[in-house]
């Protein structure tokens, strides 16, 4: 967009227009246009992108997940690869002690809990209950009892699985922090 607008002022849109064919660009332009936006952005190496799409398609793999599998991946995952860095795990929901464990818990509805149960393990879905109110152990079990079990779900838990992971980091970094419901309530 910026080259558009150095190239052509105040008709730069006219550039990017799909439908205009009458807009011709000199061989030696588009060199100077190429040379600018390399001095801007220069080209990555072909192993950063290479990089970026295996961590890419790792982060994919443990969204999906269970609570332990992204445990033994993550054990075997060297301490400086950049997934560490980026993606808090999962399973570190599980964790965290019990009152950091509530903290996340009440920022997370019913309907999230009853997507991510299914990636869990016994003990872990054991701990997710003993933090629920008997009306929403109640609930979570009616929902799980009526949603689909094929993988029209994928996205749904994936989101919730970020939420979780989004709401732990914040508890984490902010110990004394009180999620929005509890600051709402005070």
């Not at 152990?137 to 779900?153: G, M, N, T, V, Y």
Request: proline share 5%; net charge positive.
């Amino acid at each position: 967009m910026r080259a558009c607008k150095k190239l052509f002022p105040g008709n730069w849109a006219q550039f990017i227009e799909p439908q205009n064919t009458k807009l011709k660009i000199s061989p030696t332009t588009i060199k100077q246009i190429q040379q600018k936006s390399l001095e801007i952005k220069p080209l990555r190496s072909a192993q950063s992108i290479d990089t970026f799409f295996n961590d890419s398609e790792i982060e994919k793999y443990l969204d999906n997940a269970n609570t332990w599998d992204e445990r033994e991946f993550y054990k075997a995952l060297s301490e400086q690869s950049p997934i560490h860095k980026k993606r808090l795990p999962f399973y570190k929901f599980f964790d965290l002690n019990q009152e950091q464990f509530n903290l996340v818990l009440q920022e997370i509805s019913v309907q999230e809990l009853s997507l991510i149960l299914p990636d869990c393990e016994r003990v872990e879905g054991h701990k997710i209950f003993e933090g629920l109110t008997e009306r929403q152990r109640f609930r979570l079990r009616e929902i799980f009892a009526l949603q689909p079990k094929d993988s029209s779900i994928v996205e749904a838990k994936n989101l919730a699985k970020l939420k979780v992971r989004t709401v732990m980091q914040s508890v984490i970094s902010q110990p004394t922090a009180l999620p929005q419901s509890e600051q709402k309530a005070a």
